[in-house]
């Protein structure tokens, strides 16, 4: 049963594994691109471009531009570096047990002798404490009715 379980585990490691190595991979390129995208971007910041509408000055867009795939370049670098440390021990080793499995031949629970044995001395005990509370309510009321009959003569 165990190593069905352990090959199960290995299984769906392998699977998390492709996934995540997949993953580094198509972040990497992302990467790739956008430090292209950057570099050119910087060097076209200093270059004339035309527009009909003068609001924009193109070095302004050009640096708007610039910013937001810094942002992105920033961001995929620290998903790389995530999935980087997903690759890394103990992350990808195989699980392990810390101590050693034990199962005892012989059987350990329920032990009926002992369940009975405990039962009999229980009934036993609760037995003879019905028993003394009996006779203790028995004594208390022929001490009331003497203490009555006694009133009564007395009186």
Known sequence: MLEIVIARQKTLADANLTSVLSNLENLK????????????????????????????????????????????????ENQISAAESMLKPPNTQDAKFATPIFASEQRVSPRRSQIVMLSAIGSLFLGVLILFLRKAIVSIKKQREERKSAAAVNS
């Open 29 to 76: 390129k992302k990467a790739d691109e956008l430090r292209k995208t950057v570099k050119q971007l910087e060097s076209d910041r200093g270059a004339q471009f035309k527009f009909k509408n003068i609001e924009y000055s193109a070095a302004a867009l050009i640096t708007v531009i610039l910013q937001s795939k810094v942002q992105e370049l920033l961001a995929t």
